[in-house]
């Protein structure tokens, strides 16, 4: 079968109609996507991944039971063995009481214009860039992945709505090691061509050499400023845990719209046409920009039409895969100043020297101005550049434990003096951003890569009054 995604979508529909009755409501997404991913490993590329692929999704409600299929086949046997298969399941499945019903035809904005040359990005174009990164370590050891992915895709329903978009986006996340110490440079972009792995490879190495001979820090509570790829994680469990429509139906969040439960300088915006992502959702929602917070004050939670309909609210343009089971979650998180000005240079990867004069080897630790105006305000603290292996103890109040890594500094009157081996905190996220909470936002925000596709997180520095550290590396 030839034809576009428009017209897949349009022919599931007329099947969904034609052997499940007038009835029978379906909405129907094709996506074609296209993923190249190079990765590499002591200095040098050990693999290079291409997809290239089309996906059909069916959501299908019938005689008050609602029912999921997919397909990679879009010729006429596949897309009616599709709809037949689907329908059979639908028929074993329990009532749905909740299915909120159909997007009513509505606009869906246009998505900024894509770059062709990301979109159509060969193995040499990544394999230049991480060349520039293993060049620019200088001899340390590199390991990471450069990657592009693009995404065209079309929407309809049974309703009469139907959509399209395309999507492209390039990120790279490399690491520079020198005896045990690790120094990292991520970055998320709409064009490949905005990637410079030589600078990203020389911020992983300065972060490496400063990294070097970390001494043992006592826990307790530091004042903190965290890297773009440390507040990364915050936005991402906020996402899952705070600003999920579901938990926040079922009364397992902990946003309450309309508090003041973040300090004055939070604002957070998920974003979606701000970068990579479709103009619609998994139901055909328009997708727009939702602020969250503003201010200080929780103004919204995201929500798909089903947890919005729980609660007498409009989706939110968050339906996706796996909505019901996990939720619909923001995705595209900016963490902006309380006047959601994000002035300053352009999103990117910061460039430029080290605060203060501080000890030879340390003085890398400060990758870039906008965080060194952050730390030159710190008496005596920790400027911390990753955290990973986080984990929720509490997700009602967000209690998260985990690890910091890639590197952490102690910072002495506004310097950073001596590299501090990893350590353990315990931490309620939405406490550390709480009213009083936030000391400093840097103004140059830096997008930051997810492991999904169209996922990313922007921010820039944050300094934190106090941030709960209990523990080394190993307890």
Not at 80 to 95: H, I, K, Q, S, W
Not at 98 to 115: C, E, K, M, Y
Not at 201 to 224: I, T
Not at 270 to 296: F, I, K, M, N, Q
Request: glycine share 12%.
């Amino acid at each position: 079968m030839t034809g576009t995604g428009s017209d897949h979508a349009a022919r599931v529909v007329e099947l969904v109609r034609r052997l499940a009755g007038p009835g029978a409501q379906a909405e129907v997404t094709v996506v074609q996507h296209h993923q190249a991913l190079t990765r590499f490993a002591n200095s040098f590329i050990h693999q290079n991944v291409s997809d290239v692929g089309r996906a059909v999704r069916l959501h299908l409600h019938v005689d008050g039971r609602t029912a999921a299929g997919s397909s990679s086949r879009v010729d006429a046997d596949g897309l009616t063995a599709l709809v037949e298969r689907t329908l059979a399941a639908a028929r074993l499945c329990p009532p749905d009481p909740a299915w909120p019903g159909l997007t009513p035809p509505t606009p869906v904005p246009s998505a900024p214009p894509t770059d062709g040359p990301t979109e159509h990005a060969q193995p040499a174009d990544l394999a230049e860039r991480v060349r520039a990164f293993v060049d620019a370590v200088g001899g340390l050891e590199a390991a990471g992945y450069c990657r592009i992915s693009s995404r065209r895709g079309a929407f309809a329903n049974s309703a009469g709505h139907t959509a399209i978009g395309r999507t492209a986006e390039a990120a790279m996340d490399g690491i520079a090691r020198t005896g045990g110490a690790d120094g990292v440079a991520r970055l998320c972009v709409d064009r490949l061509a905005d990637l410079d792995g030589a600078a990203l490879g020389a911020r992983a190495a300065a972060k490496a050499r400063a990294a070097a001979n970390p001494v043992e820090l006592p826990p307790g509570r530091y004042e903190v400023v965290l890297e773009p790829a440390a507040v990364a994680d915050l936005l991402q469990n906020l996402a899952w845990y705070g600003f999920n429509g579901k938990r926040y139906a079922e009364r397992q969040s902990f946003a309450r719209p309309g508090a003041a439960q973040f300090d004055p300088a939070v604002t957070l915006v998920d974003d979606p046409l701000h970068g990579s992502a479709l103009p619609y959702d998994l139901e055909g929602t328009a997708r727009r920009a939702v602020t969250l917070v503003e201010a200080g004050v929780t103004r919204a939670v995201a929500h798909d039409r089903r947890s919005g309909a729980e609660v007498g609210a409009e989706s939110t343009g968050h339906g996706m895969p796996g909505a019901a089971t996990f939720g619909p979650l923001p995705r595209n998180l900016r963490l902006l100043g309380a006047t959601g000005d994000d002035a300053g240079d352009p999103p990117g990867e910061p460039t430029g020297g080290a605060a203060g004069a501080g000890p030879v080897g340390v003085a890398g630790a400060v990758a870039d101005p906008d965080t060194a105006a952050l730390v030159a305000g710190v008496e005596r603290g920790l400027l911390v550049s990753d955290f990973w292996y986080t984990r929720v103890l509490d997700p009602k109040t967000l209690v998260i434990t985990g690890l910091t890594r890639n590197g952490v500094w102690l910072v002495e009157d506004g310097v950073p003096t001596r590299a501090v081996r990893d350590l353990r905190f315990t931490e309620a996220y939405s406490r550390a951003l709480a009213p009083g909470a936030v000391r400093g936002l840097g103004r140059r925000p830096v997008r930051q890569p997810d492991r999904l596709d169209g996922a990313w997180w922007e921010s820039p520095a944050l300094r934190l009054a106090s941030w709960n550290f209990t523990g080394g590396a190993s307890g």
